[in-house]
């Protein structure tokens, strides 16, 4: 006889038999009577934000491991209530021993749709990046460190996009600031200084050929020239008020030399760049918005 009270107590010896397993209820496979709202597909379902260190490669040298966050998601079809969610991560880290890059995902991304059986499958890989800087004029070095997204889709006829998204952090002195505070001190001899501001370029690329982390982070360099600086000295302080000084940009500016960079690369097949420069003057930021054109692209 089975008692009506329900036992507080967890049994480290309890032993999961084959048979107990298949006993287990699965609501998440159920059918479709189980299914709440609207029997319609859903385009994404999955988890976000599960975390393990990977290899990734790198342009030169062995890889390097980093802490990486991953969202992995599959599509769902009219007349399944769910997916295993655990199969999202238990399938991905059938891979975690591999070096990682853009084309790995595509072979991630095609086991996803086998072991859930779905159409389409997405795939999204975020990690900070190192790269070695040297000083501008000290001869001092200092890690700086890249926020990188690797993404990759995978849909119903299994052709495969790869995406890369970088957040590369800039100066950007204003130019209208500056000829202000030039007429200020010719006219009036009134000390003036122009402002300058921390600025971000939050860069999305298409890609049709590999690529590497450190070729999206020289593009941005040659564009924008003046890369936030890590080990500074007073002689480096004075080289990069110089600079800023050489290359002033409004925001509207900086949108259009990546674009002309980007535009560049046979490589990237198409682009969206999103500049903000969080204003010094202003208590608000400016921001421009800039992508490559291409009928149905990148927005």
């Known amino acids: 006889m089975i008692s009506n009270e329900i036992q507080r107590f967890y049994d480290p010896t309890f032993t999961v038999t084959e048979e107990y397993k298949e006993s287990l209820p699965d609501l998440q496979n159920g059918p479709a009577s189980l299914i709440e709202g ?62 990682f890059h853009l084309d790995r995902l595509e072979d991630i991304l095609k086991a996803y749709k086998e072991d859930l059986d779905s159409q389409e499958s997405f795939l999204r890989i975020s990690f900070n990046y190192p790269m070695l800087m040297d000083s501008l004029r000290s001869g001092m070095k200092g890690y700086q460190y890249y926020k990188v997204q690797l993404e990759g889709r995978l849909d119903n006829y299994n052709q495969f996009q790869k995406y890369m998204h970088l957040d590369f952090e800039y100066s950007s002195a204003c130019p209208c600031s500056y000829e202000l505070s030039e007429h200020a001190r010719e006219t009036r001899e009134v000390a003036a200084i122009p402002h300058s501001q921390r600025s971000v370029a939050n860069v999305t690329v298409a890609l049709k050929d590999e690529f590497f982390v450190e070729d999206l982070v020289q593009i941005c360099r040659n ?6 600086q890590v080990m500074v000295k007073r002689e480096d302080e004075q080289a990069f008020a110089e600079m800023n000084g050489a290359y002033q940009k409004f925001v509207e500016d900086a949108a259009r030399l990546l674009y002309d960079e980007l535009d560049s690369y046979n490589s990237i097949r198409d682009f969206v760049v999103r500049c903000v420069h969080m204003e010094s003057l202003h208590s608000h930021d400016a921001v421009s918005r800039i992508c490559k054109g291409l009928p149905n692209g990148l927005r």
């Open 223 to 228: 564009a924008l020239k003046t890369e936030t």
């Open 38 to 99: 609207a029997n319609v597909p859903i385009q994404q379902v999955g988890i976000s934000n599960f975390k393990l260190p990977l290899k990734f490669r790198r342009r030169e040298g062995e890889p390097i491991t980093l802490e990486a966050s991953v969202d992995g998601y599959v599509s769902l079809e009219m007349d399944k209530k769910g997916i295993n969610m655990s199969r999202i991560m238990r399938t991905f880290y059938k891979f975690q021993d591999k070096v």
